[in-house]
């Protein structure tokens, strides 16, 4: 069985737009998911060359 999975957004806080879309297999620690979490959101910021402050992810719900 395929362990579950989680989709995050990532979100200009500034425009409210979703700018990424990234997905989480929920085998790992909670720790581990922020770690990676934080990760993303740097290469977000970097790749739309807005201040990392500005980004923030959210857990999608279904039916979004």
Same mark, same amino acid.
């Given at each position: &069985?395929?362990? #579950?999975?989680? $989709? @995050?957004?990532?979100?200009?806080?500034? +425009? %409210? @737009? =979703?700018?990424? @879309?990234? +997905?989480?297999?929920? *085998?790992?620690?909670? *720790? /581990? !998911?922020?770690?990676?979490?934080?990760? =993303?959101? #740097? $290469? !977000?910021?970097? /790749?739309?060359?807005?201040? =990392?402050? +500005?980004? @923030?992810?959210? !857990? &999608?719900? *279904? %039916?979004?």
């Amino acid at each position: &069985m395929k362990p #579950a999975e989680k $989709q @995050y957004k990532f979100i200009n806080s500034e +425009t %409210g @737009y =979703v700018i990424h @879309y990234h +997905t989480l297999n929920c *085998d790992r620690s909670e *720790d /581990k !998911v922020k770690e990676e979490l934080d990760n =993303v959101k #740097a $290469q !977000v910021a970097i /790749k739309n060359n807005i201040f =990392v402050g +500005t980004v @923030y992810w959210e !857990v &999608m719900k *279904d %039916g979004e």
